[in-house]
C-alpha cells in the first residue's frame, strides 16, 4: 500500500528560518519570545493555540525520544564500551547527537540519573509506576504485550492502600522538585480503562474493595447497590474512576513536588475514543499524554477531541514506524513498517506536520533510541525484534531518519507561524 506524505519542503509558501540552534535558549525554547516566568515548565493557552513555557518564559515545544537509555544486553555493552568508553561518556555524546538533530528532550524509560549528571542535559520527563508497583505488591498483575495486566481489566484504584503507596513512591520526587531540566511526570503506562468497568468491578470478589466502591457507587446512584444498569451508569462509572485514580496520583505527586507538570497515565487503544476518561482525569492534568498508533496522519478531530474533553493540551508521548531495511525480523510491536529508513523519516514528518498544525500538541516523543536486540529475551513480547531506534543495538546511527527528523524538528517554531497564519487567512 501506499500512503501519502507530506513533507516540509512540501508546503506552498513555506520558508524555512535561519538554523534554529542561534534562536533558542538552554532548555530549547524560542528565545526571541517570552512571557512570564517562574524558574518550571508551565502550560498557557494563547488565542486558540496550547504551548508549554520553559523556566525562562520562552514557548516551548517538546521533542523527545522515548528510552533514552544505554543497552544492557551483551552486544550493547560491548558496543558502547568500544564507541564511548564509559556510561558518562555515552550519556554526553547522545545528548549532543540529540541536539545536534533538532530534540530537546527524552521520554518515559530513559536514565534520568545520567541526563541529569550531564554537563548539558535535556528536558526530561519521568515515569512513576504508581499503579503497576502497586500491582507488583498487591499481586495478580502480570505481563501483557507492552503494558502491565490487571485482574479483570480492574485496577487497584479502590484498594485503600492504594493511595498511601502513592504517596510512598512519591516522597522521592523532592530529590527533584527543584530541578529547571524537569519537565514533568507520566502516573503510569497504558493502563485499562474499559468501557465496562463497572461490570467488572461489580464480578470481583465479594470482599474485594473494587467490588465494595462499585456497590456503594451504584447504592449512591440508583438507591441500590444491585440496581440494573445501563450504558449512561457505565459511562459515569468511567468518568469517575479515571477521576479517582488522577486524583490520587496528582495529590501524591504534587505534595512532594509542587513545582512540575503532570501528563497522567499514557492512554492508548480503545480509551482515546471514550470521552469518559478524558474528562474524569482533565482536572488533574497539566496535559493529555497520548500513546497514537494505527495512524499514519494525526487525526485533526481526534487531537481536537482529546483537548475538547481533557480542558487540556496533548503531548503524544509514544509513535513510530519500522524499516524493512534495519535487518531485523519486526514482528513485534505497534508501529507502522516501511520499506527504507529515509521511507522512516517521511513518516516522521507527514506526523509531526499533523500535529503542529492541531494547535493542541505540545510535544511529541519518538518511540524510540535503541533498536530491540533480538538476543534479549528478558523483555516483554512487543519489544523483542524490532527497528524502532534511531540508533541500532550498537549505537550506529539512522542517517536517512535523522537527517528528516534534524529538517523538521529545526523548523518546529516556524511551522508553528506558518500553521497559524495559514489558518487566519481562511477564517
Same mark, same amino acid.
Given at each position: 500500500?501506499?500512503?501519502?506524505?507530506?513533507?516540509?519542503?512540501?508546503?506552498?509558501?513555506?520558508?524555512?528560518?535561519?538554523?534554529?540552534?542561534?534562536?533558542?535558549?538552554?532548555?530549547?525554547?524560542?528565545?526571541?519570545?517570552?512571557?512570564? +516566568?517562574?524558574?518550571?515548565?508551565?502550560?498557557?493557552?494563547?488565542?486558540?493555540?496550547?504551548?508549554?513555557?520553559?523556566?525562562?518564559?520562552?514557548?516551548? $515545544?517538546?521533542?523527545?525520544?522515548?528510552?533514552?537509555?544505554?543497552?544492557?544486553?551483551?552486544? @550493547?555493552?560491548?558496543?558502547?564500551?568500544?564507541?564511548?568508553?564509559?556510561?558518562?561518556?555515552?550519556?554526553?555524546?547522545?545528548?549532543?547527537?540529540?541536539?545536534?538533530?533538532?530534540?530537546?528532550?527524552?521520554? +518515559?524509560?530513559?536514565?534520568?540519573?545520567?541526563?541529569?549528571?550531564?554537563?548539558?542535559?535535556?528536558?526530561?520527563?519521568?515515569?512513576?509506576?504508581?499503579?503497576?508497583?502497586?500491582?507488583?505488591?498487591?499481586?495478580?498483575?502480570?505481563?501483557?504485550?507492552?503494558?502491565?495486566?490487571?485482574?479483570?481489566?480492574?485496577?487497584?484504584?479502590?484498594?485503600?492502600?492504594?493511595?498511601?503507596?502513592?504517596?510512598? /513512591?512519591?516522597?522521592? $520526587?523532592?530529590?527533584?522538585?527543584?530541578?529547571?531540566? $524537569?519537565?514533568?511526570?507520566?502516573?503510569?503506562?497504558?493502563?485499562?480503562?474499559?468501557?465496562?468497568?463497572?461490570?467488572?468491578?461489580?464480578?470481583?470478589?465479594?470482599?474485594?474493595?473494587?467490588?465494595?466502591?462499585?456497590?456503594?457507587?451504584?447504592?449512591?446512584?440508583?438507591?441500590? +447497590?444491585?440496581?440494573?444498569? @445501563?450504558?449512561?451508569? /457505565?459511562? %459515569?462509572?468511567?468518568?469517575?474512576?479515571?477521576?479517582?485514580?488522577?486524583?490520587?496520583?496528582?495529590? +501524591?505527586?504534587?505534595?512532594?513536588?509542587? #513545582?512540575?507538570?503532570?501528563?497522567?497515565?499514557?492512554?492508548?487503544?480503545? %480509551?482515546?475514543?471514550?470521552?469518559?476518561?478524558?474528562?474524569?482525569?482533565?482536572?488533574?492534568?497539566?496535559?493529555?499524554?497520548?500513546?497514537?498508533?494505527?495512524?499514519?496522519?494525526?487525526?485533526?478531530?481526534? =487531537?481536537? #477531541?482529546?483537548?475538547?474533553?481533557?480542558?487540556?493540551?496533548?503531548?503524544?508521548?509514544?509513535?513510530?514506524?519500522?524499516?524493512?531495511?534495519?535487518?531485523?525480523?519486526?514482528?513485534?510491536?505497534?508501529?507502522?513498517?516501511?520499506?527504507?529508513?529515509?521511507?522512516?523519516? =517521511?513518516?516522521?514528518?507527514?506526523?509531526?506536520?499533523?500535529?503542529?498544525?492541531?494547535?493542541?500538541?505540545?510535544?511529541?516523543?519518538?518511540?524510540?533510541?535503541? %533498536?530491540?536486540?533480538?538476543?534479549?529475551?528478558?523483555?516483554?513480547?512487543?519489544?523483542?525484534?524490532?527497528?524502532?531506534?534511531?540508533?541500532?543495538?550498537?549505537?550506529?546511527?539512522?542517517?536517512?531518519?535523522?537527517?528528516?527528523?534534524?529538517?523538521? #524538528?529545526?523548523?518546529?517554531?516556524?511551522?508553528?507561524?506558518?500553521?497559524?497564519?495559514?489558518?487566519?487567512?481562511?477564517?
Amino acid at each position: 500500500s501506499f500512503y501519502p506524505a507530506r513533507t516540509v519542503h512540501q508546503l506552498p509558501g513555506f520558508t524555512p528560518a535561519a538554523p534554529v540552534p542561534s534562536r533558542l535558549n538552554k532548555y530549547g525554547g524560542l528565545a526571541s519570545q517570552k512571557t512570564t +516566568a517562574t524558574g518550571f515548565f508551565y502550560v498557557i493557552k494563547t488565542g486558540d493555540r496550547w504551548w508549554l513555557v520553559d523556566p525562562e518564559g520562552c514557548p516551548f $515545544l517538546h521533542m523527545a525520544v522515548v528510552a533514552v537509555s544505554h543497552g544492557k544486553t551483551r552486544a @550493547n555493552r560491548d558496543a558502547l564500551q568500544q564507541k564511548f568508553g564509559t556510561e558518562e561518556k555515552w550519556a554526553e555524546a547522545t545528548l549532543q547527537m540529540l541536539r545536534d538533530h533538532g530534540f530537546n528532550g527524552s521520554g +518515559a524509560w530513559s536514565d534520568t540519573e545520567l541526563i541529569r549528571k550531564s554537563p548539558a542535559p535535556v528536558v526530561y520527563t519521568v515515569l512513576l509506576d504508581f499503579m503497576s508497583g502497586y500491582g507488583g505488591r498487591h499481586g495478580g498483575t502480570y505481563q501483557k504485550p507492552g503494558q502491565t495486566g490487571y485482574p479483570n481489566d480492574a485496577i487497584f484504584v479502590f484498594d485503600p492502600k492504594f493511595e498511601a503507596y502513592c504517596d510512598e /513512591r512519591a516522597r522521592e $520526587l523532592v530529590k527533584m522538585k527543584d530541578d529547571p531540566f $524537569l519537565l514533568g511526570y507520566f502516573s503510569d503506562n497504558e493502563m485499562p480503562f474499559p468501557f465496562d468497568a463497572l461490570d467488572r468491578y461489580l464480578q470481583l470478589e465479594k470482599d474485594d474493595p473494587g467490588r465494595a466502591a462499585a456497590e456503594q457507587w451504584l447504592l449512591k446512584q440508583k438507591g441500590a +447497590a444491585n440496581s440494573t444498569i @445501563n450504558s449512561k451508569d /457505565r459511562q %459515569d462509572f468511567v468518568e469517575y474512576m479515571a477521576g479517582r485514580y488522577f486524583e490520587i496520583s496528582s495529590k +501524591a505527586i504534587k505534595k512532594y513536588d509542587p #513545582n512540575h507538570l503532570f501528563f497522567g497515565s499514557r492512554f492508548h487503544g480503545r %480509551d482515546l475514543q471514550d470521552q469518559n476518561i478524558f474528562k474524569g482525569a482533565g482536572p488533574y492534568l497539566d496535559a493529555v499524554a497520548v500513546n497514537y498508533y494505527n495512524e499514519w496522519t494525526p487525526q485533526p478531530w481526534a =487531537l481536537k #477531541n482529546w483537548a475538547k474533553w481533557s480542558g487540556k493540551p496533548v503531548i503524544i508521548t509514544e509513535w513510530y514506524v519500522k524499516g524493512a531495511d534495519a535487518g531485523l525480523p519486526n514482528t513485534g510491536g505497534a508501529g507502522w513498517i516501511v520499506r527504507t529508513q529515509a521511507d522512516r523519516g =517521511l513518516f516522521y514528518q507527514n506526523f509531526t506536520l499533523g500535529l503542529l498544525q492541531s494547535k493542541v500538541c505540545v510535544g511529541w516523543h519518538w518511540f524510540k533510541y535503541m %533498536d530491540n536486540d533480538p538476543s534479549d529475551m528478558t523483555t516483554d513480547p512487543s519489544n523483542r525484534d524490532s527497528n524502532k531506534g534511531i540508533v541500532t543495538i550498537r549505537y550506529d546511527e539512522y542517517k536517512p531518519l535523522l537527517g528528516a527528523m534534524k529538517e523538521l #524538528n529545526e523548523q518546529a517554531y516556524s511551522l508553528v507561524d506558518y500553521f497559524d497564519k495559514s489558518s487566519s487567512s481562511q477564517k
